[in-house]
C-alpha cells in the first residue's frame, strides 16, 4: 500500500505487477537506484559522527569465504568484541560471488576474501598474503619430498572444491590447467568437495592431494595429519587476502578496525608478497 501511495504521488509505476517475480520498470529502477544513495547518505551522516567522535556502535555485516573463515574468525573475533563492546556483528560465510551481491544490494557490509574481485563500484584493501602448502597422501611420489615445486603438481591427483569457491581456481591456475583438462584427468573417481575438511579427509585416505591455506595447518591435529603437509620452494604461491566494501565507504571507520584487529593476529611472515607468486 505504501508503494501504491508513493507511485501515486510520483505519477509513475515503479513496479511491474504483470510480471513473476515482480521487477522494477525503467523508470522505477532509477528511482530505486536514487532511494539507495539517500539512505546511505543519511547513514553516512551517522558514520561521520561516530568516526569523529570515537564511538563504535551500530551493527556491522560481514560476509567471509568459507577457506578463510574457519582458519581466521577464532584468532580475532574474541578481541575484536571485547574491544568494541557496543558495536554488533552479523557474519555470514558464503562464497565471493554471494558476498559482492550483498555489497550491492547493502546487505553486506564488508566482505572478507581473496583478492582482486575486479568490480569498479567496490573497494579493496589489502590485508595479508597467503601461501598455498601441498597436502599430500603417502602414496604420491611427492609424498617423500621434503618441499614440492609448482611443477611437480599433476591434475590427475588434484582433489578440488566444487565450482564458486575461488580456491578451485587459484588451484587450477598454479597447475596451468582448465576445467576441461581437470575433468578429463586420468583418475577412477573425480572428486569435488564443498569444504576443505572433506578433502582433506580424502588425502589422508590417499585418494591424491589438494592444496590447503597456510592458515589451515593449525587445525591439523596429529603429527600424522602434519607429516602431509609440504610447503612449495621458491617462489612460493599466495593468495592476496583483503577486505571489499562498497566505494560509497560507509561505516569506514568500523571497516578500518576490523581491518587493524585482523591484521593484529596475522603472522608477520604473510605481511609480505616477496619472492612469492600471487594467484
Given at each position: 500500500m ?28 532509477k ?24 564511538e ?5 555485516k ?21 574491544k ?56 604420491s ?20 572444491l ?5 580456491l ?36 589422508e ?75
Open positions: 505504501q508503494i501504491q501511495k508513493l507511485e501515486e504521488e510520483l505519477g509513475v509505476i515503479i513496479f511491474d505487477r504483470g510480471k513473476q517475480p515482480i521487477v522494477a520498470t525503467e523508470i522505477g529502477a528511482i530505486l537506484k536514487q532511494a539507495r544513495t539517500i539512505l546511505q547518505e543519511s547513514e553516512r551522516l551517522q558514520n561521520i559522527v561516530e568516526s569523529e567522535t570515537g563504535y556502535t551500530g551493527t556491522l560481514i560476509g567471509i569465504i568459507p577457506t578463510i573463515a574457519p582458519y581466521l574468525l577464532p584468532s580475532f573475533l574474541q578481541s575484536f568484541i571485547e568494541y563492546p557496543n558495536l554488533e556483528l552479523v557474519i555470514d560465510e558464503i562464497t565471493t560471488s554471494e558476498i559482492l551481491k550483498g555489497i550491492h544490494k547493502d546487505l553486506i557490509d564488508v566482505g572478507v576474501l581473496a583478492l582482486p574481485v575486479n568490480d569498479q563500484d567496490i573497494a579493496e584493501r589489502v590485508l595479508y598474503f597467503e601461501p598455498f602448502v601441498a597436502y599430500i597422501g603417502k602414496r611420489p611427492l609424498y617423500k619430498k621434503n618441499k614440492v615445486d609448482v611443477d611437480d603438481l599433476s591434475t590427475n591427483d588434484l582433489l578440488l566444487k565450482e564458486g569457491h575461488c578451485r581456481g587459484h588451484a587450477l591456475k598454479l597447475c596451468k590447467s582448465t576445467e576441461k583438462e581437470w575433468s578429463q584427468g586420468k583418475r577412477k573417481i573425480l572428486f569435488e568437495s564443498g569444504t576443505l575438511d572433506t578433502l582433506k579427509k580424502l588425502v585416505q590417499d585418494f591424491g592431494l589438494t592444496l590447503l591455506p597456510f592458515l589451515a595447518i593449525k587445525d591439523l591435529e596429529t603429527k600424522e595429519k602434519i607429516a602431509l603437509v609440504r610447503e612449495f620452494n621458491p617462489p612460493v604461491p599466495k593468495r592476496e587476502i583483503g577486505l571489499v566494501f562498497s566505494k560509497a565507504y560507509l561505516k569506514r571507520h568500523l571497516i578500518e578496525a576490523l581491518a587493524k584487529e585482523i591484521i593484529n593476529v596475522i603472522p608477520k611472515n604473510l605481511l609480505s608478497k616477496e619472492n612469492s607468486i600471487i594467484l
